[in-house]
């Protein structure tokens, strides 16, 4: 038997459909198994808040093995997973094709596609915020509002959000704009340069739900700077791709979402458009979790393979075309935190490889968890452990110096500046309070944002 594997990687379809996937008896079992070997290995201890929690309750059990261990005590372990994929891409030696065959996210969300289908749901507030569709489409109609509402200083009503949806008071929250990114596309049209290095390329770009009403200027600056390399390029966002239902286990409705976005997607495929996702999650889900919830629909397939991160799809334009002249330097330099859901992609540090396609620009990579974890890091009581796990990425990001801090997760962005706030005079030495995305800064180093 190999003491772990040298061989690439390789994920199995998820059998959600069958009867035994959501077997109680079954599913014990797996954990027991998985854990197990988990308690022997331990390399994942510092990843998140998951595996200090599973050998802690094995360390603290009557014998200090499994066969004393509770298994409704797993529960615990489970919720503190946020699906970041680290585990299985960078630490664990079994994943398949070793013969250990072990896949601990996806087996945390079949824990919770377990409980959904026995009756186990989310509580009400939380179940409200995975809700991004409808969140976005009521916050706009009232942003000032919602923002003002949400705001970490506003005393009146981040209490009563901490009561009602179990939202942390100290955790920063994305914003809402007025007016989306499909609005703002519609309403302002780029026209592209003709004689710019990319010009046959022509990309439909996924706005994704975090792009379309909380960052629109993520979109934007995307647009500019693939106009100035030639990319003719549209806007759709038909609805989000289900990342949040599928943290929450309801992997039926994140099927069905694939299924209907990937039918309207194959059309501009066939038109010649190469498909980009505007954030990693989105891109994650695209390229690798549908094909594996839905393995069976050649739609599914085809939309995952005309689908790069925003990040990479750049890149590639930068590798195959060069990118078109004009960039300036980016003074004081750039931190840029690779997020793990780009990580977790298997493309490589592709946001670095951008900007280091700025001249004379110094780029300083994060390469630590942010602690976030999508909706998981604002809850009252992750938030702290949250910051916590996010600690050494923020100290990571105060220690280059720099004059600029990026995420490709807009959400691990703000929660690396928050974690910063906490060091003495880090926030002090940036361009400005806050992160972006690495296409915002590529679009600054072209002049066209300011």
């Not at 200090?52 to 094995?58: A, E, N, S, W």
């Not at 915020?129 to 706009?140: E, I």
């Not at 540090?349 to 001249?359: I, M, N, S």
Request: glycine share 6%.
């Amino acid at each position: 038997m190999k003491e772990g594997s040298t061989e690439a990687p390789i994920r199995h379809p998820i059998d959600w459909q069958d009867p035994a996937f959501v077997d109680l008896a079954a599913l014990d079992a797996e954990m027991r198994r998985v854990a197990d070997i988990c308690h022997g290995c331990r390399r994942c201890f510092n990843l998140c808040a998951s595996f200090p929690r599973l050998f802690d309750l094995i360390d603290e059990s009557e014998t200090g093995e499994l066969d004393s261990v509770d298994s409704r005590d797993f529960k615990p372990v489970v919720d503190a997973c946020t699906l970041c994929d680290m585990c299985f891409l960078t630490k664990c030696p079994y994943v398949p094709p070793h013969e250990f065959n072990l896949d601990f996210p996806h087996l945390m969300l079949r824990y919770r596609v377990a409980e959904r289908h026995h009756g186990i749901k989310p509580g009400f507030a939380e179940a409200q915020l995975t809700k991004t569709d409808r969140n976005g489409r009521l916050a706009k109609l009232a942003a000032p509002l919602a923002n003002w509402a949400s705001a970490r200083t506003n005393k009146l009503t981040r209490p009563m959000l901490k009561g009602v949806a179990h939202v942390h008071e100290d955790a920063e929250l994305p914003k809402f704009h007025s007016e989306t990114f499909v609005a703002k596309a519609a309403h302002h049209p780029v026209p592209r340069e003709e004689t710019a290095p990319a010009k046959d390329r022509k990309a439909v770009l996924y706005a994704t739900c975090f792009v379309n009403y909380n960052n629109p200027g993520i979109g934007e600056a995307a647009r500019t700077v693939l106009a100035c390399n030639g990319v003719e390029t549209e806007v759709v966002y038909p609805e989000c791709c289900g990342m949040p239902q599928l943290e929450n286990g309801e992997i039926a409705d994140v099927a069905d979402r694939a299924a209907r976005i990937a039918a309207l997607m194959v059309g501009w495929i066939d038109d010649g458009y190469d498909v980009v996702a505007m954030t990693p999650s989105c891109a994650l889900m695209l390229k690798f979790e549908w094909p594996l919830i839905a393995p069976d629909n050649p739609q599914v397939r085809r939309l995952a393979d005309a689908t790069s991160d925003l990040s990479e799809y750049v890149v590639d334009i930068a590798k195959k075309e060069g990118l078109a002249a004009g960039m300036k330097p980016l003074p004081g330099g750039v931190a840029v935190h690779l997020a793990c859901h780009a990580r977790a992609q298997n493309i490589g540090a592709k946001a670095a490889e951008l900007l280091r396609q700025v001249p004379d620009t110094e780029v300083t990579i994060v390469e630590r968890c942010s602690g976030h974890g999508g909706s998981w890091g604002i809850k009252t009581e992750n938030f702290p452990v949250a910051l916590k796990v996010g600690a050494p990425a923020a100290q990571r990001a105060a220690d280059a110096n720099a004059a600029f801090v990026v995420s490709e997760c807009p959400l691990a962005g703000k929660h690396i500046v928050q974690g910063m706030e906490r060091i003495d005079g880090a926030i002090d030495k940036l361009d400005s309070a806050q992160a972006f995305h690495p296409i915002e800064l590529v679009a600054r180093a072209y002049g066209t944002t300011s």
